[in-house]
């Protein structure tokens, strides 16, 4: 499915790019699989596909920029995993030379390429994950096959961002099961370094294991809690 080349289009977003009307890139293929993952059919296109939803071309793309160029103040790009499309710096590149801002989105796990991306383009905010506790990571699907840890490879993209000087914000699901007070305390100490942690509310929907779809997320008062209880240095809205 990433060989056909399509990504889905989101023309118009006041949502995903702070301060921006944006338009936003959703990339399939992921090298996770997050049980409760709420774009299943970008994951595992061939077992959720979901007619007409990958349906730009590179070349749509750059039409549609010509035409709404100077309406947009960023296109954002997700996913999936974006950093694993093969056509992200071409579309970056798109974007850049319409003197367009960017925004990525990233599971925060492949610091060399995001290294990459950051050294080849003028990218304006990245928003990376920290999904629940670094030892819990097998259970998103993640495959350890180095030794390197998930913190190890945190703290080297969270160096790639403050070298890069970009501004960027970390992301935290409050998904049941996998997001506890305990999880945000181990989290903060990363989180810390980001301008901004963003705590994502979860609801109920079509989830990669359906087992998860309906799991009903604490309520925002409870979580709230969190925030004065935690007594963080970093700034953390909800979601
Ligand atoms: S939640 Fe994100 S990282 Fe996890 S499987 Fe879905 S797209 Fe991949």
């Not at 977003?13 to 936003?24: H, I, K």
């Not at 928003?127 to 080297?156: C, F, I, Q």
């Amino acid at each position: 499915m990433i060989a056909d080349g399509r990504f889905a289009l989101v023309k118009t977003t006041l949502l995903d790019f702070p301060g921006r009307v944006a338009a936003a890139v959703f990339l399939p293929g992921c090298h996770l699989r997050c049980p409760y993952c709420h774009n299943p059919d970008f994951v595992e296109p061939a077992r959720f596909n979901l007619p007409g939803v990958l349906g730009c071309t590179i070349e749509d793309f750059e039409v549609f920029l010509k035409k709404r160029r100077n309406v947009l103040g960023g296109v954002v790009f997700s996913g999936g995993e974006a950093l694993l499309h093969p056509l992200l710096p071409e579309l970056i590149g798109l974007v850049n030379s319409c003197a367009l801002g960017v925004k990525l989105d990233t599971a925060g796990l492949l610091p060399q390429k995001l290294e990459n991306v950051l050294n080849s383009f003028k990218i304006d905010y990245v928003a990376m994950d920290l999904k629940t506790s670094p030892h819990r990571y097998e259970e998103l699907g993640w495959k350890v096959n180095d030794g390197t840890t998930v913190g190890e490879l945190w703290d080297r993209g969270l160096k790639t961002l403050e070298d890069a000087e970009v501004d960027f914000e970390v992301r935290t699901t409050m998904v049941p099961g996998l997001v506890d007070y305990g999880v945000l305390e181990e989290l903060r100490t990363w989180a810390e370094r980001a301008d901004l942690w963003a705590w994502q509310s979860y609801g109920p929907g079509d989830t990669l294991n359906p087992e998860w779809s309906s799991l009903s997320a604490k309520d925002e008062e409870h979580i709230r809690k969190w925030i004065t209880r935690l007594k963080s240095n970093v700034r953390i809205v909800i979601r």
